[in-house]
């Protein structure tokens, strides 16, 4: 079973800065991709910032340059590092990871799993 728990949330005046941190639980995987997606009040679910299997990374253009997301070695932990906090960064961040598993010698599939949220408040 998969596990996902994110922490590190909480409030900050503009300008400051959160480190988010997502522990991801799994095993026999041969590929994972993990990234970061946010839910402010009454706007849909929108990505953030991704790190892949293969260590690329991507960001919205609305965090780039502020935000920068890494993982441990061993891919268990996925960070979300944010400076220059804006109160439009204001939401409940959500980690999500996609796994795939050796199936017949190949690794293939695509298994989504996600966090509960931890809540990011930006006050001006």
């Known amino acids: 079973q998969v596990q996902v728990v994110e922490s590190g949330g909480g409030s900050v005046q503009a300008g400051g800065s959160l480190r988010l941190s997502c522990a991801v639980s799994?095993?026999?995987?041969?590929?994972?991709?993990m990234s970061w997606y946010r839910q402010a009040p009454g706007k849909e679910r929108e990505f953030v910032s991704a790190i892949d299997n293969d260590g690329s990374t991507r960001y919205a253009d609305s965090v780039k340059g502020r935000f920068t997301i890494s993982q441990d070695n061993g891919k268990n932990t996925v960070y979300l590092q944010m400076n220059g906090l804006k109160p439009e960064d204001t939401a409940m961040y959500y980690c999500?990871?996609?796994?795939?598993?050796?199936?017949?010698?190949?690794?293939?599939?695509?298994?989504?799993?996600w966090g509960h949220g931890t809540q990011v408040t930006v006050s001006s």
């Open positions: 999500r990871i996609v796994l795939r598993r050796w199936r017949w010698g190949v690794c293939r599939g695509s298994e989504d799993s």
């Open positions: 799994a095993y026999s995987y041969c590929s994972i991709d």
